[in-house]
């Protein structure tokens, strides 16, 4: 029997704070459901490796459930199911709910599905020294020499000269080919590993391997771009001219896999930010709400959210209102009920790097899913900093639905900085905080998360709809 605790051990439980484990306070069944939702995730994970493909994906998965789409001057009722797409590469899926508009607002779950990569440029083919390369310009935050000496597949989109589209997705399957970015051998690279890491490999090098089998005719030069160029004229109807209207990008062509002895971890390419937006969907299309929630799937994010796909295109401010003509409701009054989580992933604790963190302040894995106050560079620089009173609101939420959830910040104060889409929804004077998963190895071609961090960030996505 244990003994009865003291008067200070019962005051310590009381005042303090102190991080949990999910998994050491999870019951056996709901570590059971930690892992059935990690499958379905990873699923999706190598479903979806562009934004394209995650806005398709997304638009299949709302089908399946009944909800339908929705166009600009359509009629809205309560009890609504719809999926509203942009462009192909961004959707809002959202239910309306019971709720009076004006008084309750949105509840908005914002993450983007765009990731890391390497982007094939507009005249990318040449050949050279018995190969054939694209050339290409790497898309977001990336460590370059990372995306070196990988196995990586192409996807993407082609319109050809006739208007024709087609989509590519070449190194998924096992029978197809991939592709693969050379790098200098140790023996001969000592010069090069002397350098910083920023400049092991520059960006012009990143130059993708697609060919080395010249065109059996004696008569032409480039026979090697040439023979490239029969290959895709033939299986797809492409000419060199069709690259000039293309997005095509080189991916890791690896899938998700379970990572250690215990199967805890998922690791996988584009966690960032998909391992937020698989949960803010799927809570959203399997989830009855009172409230009208829309989960809002994004891209351009890591690119600073820019153009017509990105937050800051006022297509997604003209939706919301348009939801609130058709129902009736002011949406000057709509959007100041409204409330948002930003869902993007922040930096979990690495002890293999404890320089970088403030370990008090640090996303640990599998502690839950982690709000982000603040994020930004140096003095919260380009931030949105959620007010006290919202972050109390959220806190309550989770409490209420017992979600296992920590406070982060992204690295030590001098050191660590980035940007979410928070402050662009907080620019429409809709109350939002960050809340998203932690990550090992952010933004490298394949990253690490755990699955309770997962199904906690689902669980409180569940809470803010409730």
Not at 229 to 243: N, P, R
Not at 309 to 320: A, N, R
Not at 414 to 427: L, R
Not at 448 to 456: G, L, N, P, R, T
Request: aromatic fraction near 10%; charged fraction near 25%; include cysteine.
């Amino acid at each position: 029997m244990s003994e009865k605790k003291s008067k200070g051990q019962e005051l310590q439980k009381k005042l303090t704070y102190k991080k949990r484990n999910y998994y050491e306070t999870a019951s056996k069944e709901e570590k059971k459901e930690i892992f059935a939702y990690a499958k379905g995730y990873m699923a999706f994970l190598d479903a979806a490796k562009t934004e394209r493909e995650a806005c398709a994906l997304s638009v299949e998965m709302a089908k399946a459930e009944g909800f339908t789409e929705y166009k600009f001057g359509d009629p809205l009722k309560v009890g609504d199911k719809k999926y509203f797409v942009n462009r192909g590469k961004s959707v809002v899926v959202f239910r309306v709910g019971t709720k009076d508009l004006e008084e309750d607002g949105f509840r908005i779950i914002a993450s983007h599905i765009d990731a890391p990569r390497i982007d094939i440029k507009q005249n990318p083919l040449y050949e050279d020294s018995g190969m054939a390369f694209l050339k290409t310009h790497y898309y977001g935050g990336i460590k370059k020499y990372q995306w070196t000496a990988i196995p990586l597949a192409l996807h993407g989109t082609v319109i050809l000269k006739d208007g024709k589209k087609l989509d590519i997705r070449v190194g998924e399957d096992a029978k197809d080919p991939v592709f693969y970015i050379n790098d200098l051998l140790p023996h001969l690279g000592h010069d090069q590993m002397a350098g910083s890491a920023n400049k092991i490999v520059d960006g012009e090098q990143l130059n993708v391997v697609v060919g080395g089998l010249p065109y059996p005719d004696e008569d032409v030069g480039d026979k090697i771009k040439l023979n490239v160029l029969s290959v895709l004229y033939e299986k797809y109807g492409i000419c060199e001219e069709d690259f000039l209207s293309a997005e095509l990008s080189a991916v890791p062509a690896y899938g998700a896999r379970d990572v250690g002895f215990d199967r805890a971890l998922i690791g996988a390419y584009g966690h960032d930010d998909r391992v937020c937006a698989y949960p803010a969907l799927t809570a959203v299309l399997y989830n009855e709400t009172p409230h009208t929630v829309l989960a809002m799937l994004v891209d351009k994010e890591e690119i600073g959210s820019e153009g017509t796909t990105g937050i800051q295109c006022k297509v997604y401010e003209d939706l919301m209102e348009e939801i609130s003509l058709a129902l009736g409701a002011n949406f000057r009054k709509v959007r100041m009920a409204s409330k948002c989580l930003s869902s993007d992933v922040t930096a979990a604790y690495d002890p293999n790097f404890p320089g970088v963190y403030e370990k008090m302040n640090a996303a640990m894995l599998s502690c839950g899913t982690a709000m982000c106050k603040f994020t930004g560079s140096r003095g919260k620089s380009g931030s949105n900093d959620a007010n006290a009173e919202f972050v109390g609101e959220v806190r309550k939420m989770f409490a209420e639905e017992d979600v296992v959830w920590q406070t982060a910040e992204l690295g030590k104060v001098d050191v660590g900085g980035g940007g979410t889409v928070a402050k662009f929804v907080a620019n429409l004077n809709i109350d939002t905080v960050d809340l998203g998963v932690p990550v090992i190895s952010m933004h490298a071609p394949w990253e690490v998360v755990s699955k309770a961090d997962v199904y906690s960030n689902y669980r409180a996505f569940l809470a803010f709809m409730k």
